[in-house]
């Protein structure tokens, strides 16, 4: 693999990171196709305890992290835009107001035909929501960051309280019909996929507004502001903030992300289930950070040829989000094979690293050829109003 100039290679460095957020994501998003029960409650299928033991890992390290990481590099990836728009001349907000146009529509596709739990609708929403607050103080926009984690952390800490003074009695006999109904729909024909799939977004929408469209945009702005001060560009410079995101990230982000995973094991009731989400909230996006402040550095020194492997998914990040999708509801609904429901957490885990694995060989060999992925080639052209170049160009910082 050939080095980048030192320039390049830290922006290079984000596009790794965005890799390595992608594997996060499918480490995630396959347990809810390949379980009926997800928001159910543990898969009684899967009682084991090297499954339910991989499961509470999984929660752990990935679960609500990833997809903040992810979010903090859009914020990160909109700074360089807007730089870069501002540096040609041109009229950001036009540009940007398609580009966000662009990625609701695919969103919505991709949440009615493979994955109800989209997150790019909710980008784009509250991408819509960063392009009003770009303009505001550094000192603004951190401060509302910190706000809409605090205040959606307390509304689940709320809704724990409820549950506690009013709990709801248990009922396996009716959550075992649940995921017995929406078993036979998601592995059931075509249409039966497409018409359990709508049910299930009735569901998931709730839980994307309220819960994770308030942290994306906080993420956003975290990376609006880590992108205007440049600090991937600048590691050296901002050595003592990276180490306070890691002791911070790591020392309450770390524990509560164990509570996740403990209670992933011992689920005890539906109030413990809100308070943890409460807590992971709110430390989540710390220990996210802390992630990127840890890979960073470490994609300079001795993770550099980690880095090179990981970049080109990175750089295809859209694309190689819906072909997850694409490949998961193939393997595990009707749309294919119908796996849902039959394969042990180890196996998932395996083929959410098989899959990953061959989407950084298939990224590499793409961008051998052309500029963009797919996908990314197609909202480019909605953005910019033509049809851009296929052809690899010198590197673009500004992607």
């Not at 492997?309 to 694409?326: C, D, T």
């Not at 490949?327 to 885990?349: D, K, S």
Request: charged share 10%; glycine share 8%.
């Amino acid at each position: 693999m050939q080095a980048l100039p030192r320039a390049a290679a830290r922006i290079e460095h984000l596009d790794a990171l965005r890799g390595l957020a992608l594997l996060g994501i499918v480490l995630v998003n396959i347990g809810v196709f390949a379980s009926p029960w997800w928001g159910l409650g543990p898969d009684p299928a899967q009682a084991d305890a090297l499954g339910r033991a991989l499961d509470a890992l999984i929660a752990a390290v990935f679960e609500m992290k990833f997809y903040l990481l992810f979010s903090f590099l859009f914020g990160y990836s909109f700074s360089l835009q807007q730089t870069a728009a501002e540096r040609a001349g041109q009229a950001f907000a036009p540009r940007m107001g398609r580009r966000l146009l662009g990625l609701w529509i695919v969103g919505g596709l991709h949440a009615t035909l493979l994955f109800h739990g989209d997150i790019l609708t909710t980008y784009a929403a509250m991408g819509a929501l960063l392009l009003a607050l770009s303009r505001a103080s550094e000192r603004t926009q951190l401060r509302i960051a910190h706000a809409l984690i605090a205040a959606t952390a307390l509304g689940w800490a709320a809704l724990g309280a409820l549950a506690w003074m009013d709990p709801a009695p248990a009922d396996p006999a009716g959550a075992a019909a649940q995921a017995q109904a929406i078993w036979r729909g998601f592995t059931g024909a075509p249409a039966q996929v497409l018409a359990v799939r709508w049910g299930e977004l009735a569901n998931t929408w709730p839980i994307l507004l309220l819960l994770q469209a308030p942290c994306a945009l906080a993420m956003f702005l975290y990376g609006l502001v880590a992108g205007r001060r440049k600090i991937a560009a600048h590691l050296h410079d901002y050595r003592p903030l990276l180490q306070r995101l890691r002791i911070a990230g790591l020392g309450l982000g770390a524990p509560a992300a164990l509570a996740l995973g403990a209670n992933a094991l011992w689920p005890v009731s539906d109030a413990i289930d809100l308070w943890v989400l409460a807590l992971s909230v709110l430390t989540a996006p710390l220990l996210s950070l802390a992630y990127a402040a840890l890979a960073l550095p470490w994609f300079e020194r001795g993770g550099a040829r980690i880095a090179l492997w990981l970049a080109p998914a990175g750089r295809m990040a859209l694309s190689n989000y819906l072909l997850q999708s694409a490949v998961l509801a193939w393997l595990f609904t009707g749309y294919g094979l119908g796996w849902m429901g039959q394969r042990a957490p180890a196996t998932l885990a395996a083929i959410a690293l098989a899959l990953f694995v061959a989407q950084t060989w298939l990224s590499r060999a793409w961008l051998r050829r052309f500029a963009y992925g797919p996908l990314e080639w197609l909202l480019r052209a909605v953005t910019i109003g033509a049809w851009p170049r296929l052809q690899p160009p010198a590197y673009d910082a500004s992607r």
